[in-house]
């Protein structure tokens, strides 16, 4: 997937133009196929685990909306970066985990139950979370609709998941047999989003790109970082240890670049932080969980 979409982030650079015809706002239905893909693959444990396991799943989750929102706005200030690219981060790092993180955490030898948990957990609270986080850390520079935010959220992000369990629940054989194709389209999907994001805005990328690629490359290292810390501080076994740094690390950065499409216009910069962070965090976790399965075990 990492090469997928770096692939794409490639091909959208040098020939931008090839692209000038799609608009951004696709971005909203695309998103859409991809949660609700997810939606066919959740199962009731999914959810069990949240009520098994809170203290986990509580620690996860608070790790997550504010470590990520926190740095997001540290290196804004610290790069000092103009406002788009600045909204652009924070929206980065106020949305939830990214649905790529639960292959990332199988691959580490993380404990996959805890990552589903947090990823399903952290999504259903993004329509609260998320606005109110952007206007707690965006709102004295710019405007922020948060109601706004928040029904972007509920009918890209939770009506497309409803909608997936609702099909699960009707058509389980249909579900079962399609549900193995699941990750080659949301991998597609993402790639494609990212192709839209990044061709639009190329010419503005290649003239002053590195210094945003620096801080979207340090924001989710350090989420990696951080997120590990907390499982050391709270001395948890090294597979939830893996599964937090990895849910902290890795966010849905496709959500960020369509809620700053919806919802950010007149700064359309705001859009690449999340292009460029779906294209790193895919490198990062790749190389995040060869590292982690070789050199940290289970216990």
């Given amino acids: 997937m990492g090469v997928l979409v770096l692939v794409a982030a490639v091909v959208a650079l040098v020939v931008p133009d090839v692209f000038s015809g799609i608009k951004p706002t696709v971005i909203n239905p695309l998103l859409g196929v991809i ?13 069990r685990i949240v009520f098994s396991r809170p203290r986990d799943v509580i620690v996860g989750c608070l790790a997550q909306f504010i470590i990520m929102p926190l740095l997001a706005f540290v290196l804004a200030r610290v790069f000092a970066l ?28 993380g404990d996959l139950a805890l990552s589903v948990g947090m990823t399903a957990t952290s999504t259903l609270l993004a329509p609260v979370m998320t606005p109110l986080l952007v206007w707690l850390l965006a709102g004295k520079t710019v405007d922020v609709d948060v109601l706004g935010m928040l029904l972007s959220i509920l009918w890209v992000v939770i009506l497309p998941i ?45 003239l002053g790109g590195m210094m945003i690629v620096a801080v979207v490359v340090l924001h989710n290292l350090l989420g990696l970082g951080l997120g590990y810390l907390i499982g050391h501080l709270l001395r948890l076994p090294a597979s939830k240890r893996k599964a937090i740094s990895i849910e902290v690390g890795m966010q849905n950065s496709g959500l ?17 932080p999340g292009a460029i962070f779906s294209v790193w965090h895919n490198i990062s976790g790749a190389i995040v969980a060869r590292l982690y399965s070789r050199y940290l075990g289970r216990t």
């Fill in 162 to 206: 409803v909608a997936g369990l609702v099909v699960k629940w009707l058509w389980p054989k249909f579900t079962q047999k399609t549900t193995a194709y699941l990750p080659a389209v949301s991998s597609l999907t993402i790639a494609f989003i990212v192709m839209i994001v990044i061709a639009a805005n190329a010419h503005k990328l290649l």
């Fill in 256 to 272: 960020a670049s369509s809620l700053a499409t919806l919802h950010f216009a007149a700064y359309p910069l705001a859009t690449i």
């Fill in 35 to 47: 949660m609700f893909g997810m939606g066919m693959a959740l199962k009731p444990e999914d959810f």
């Fill in 82 to 109: 103009d406002e788009a690219l600045a909204v652009g981060v924070v929206l980065v790092g106020c949305c939830p985990g990214g649905t790529a993180s639960n292959v990332i955490t199988y691959l580490a030898k």
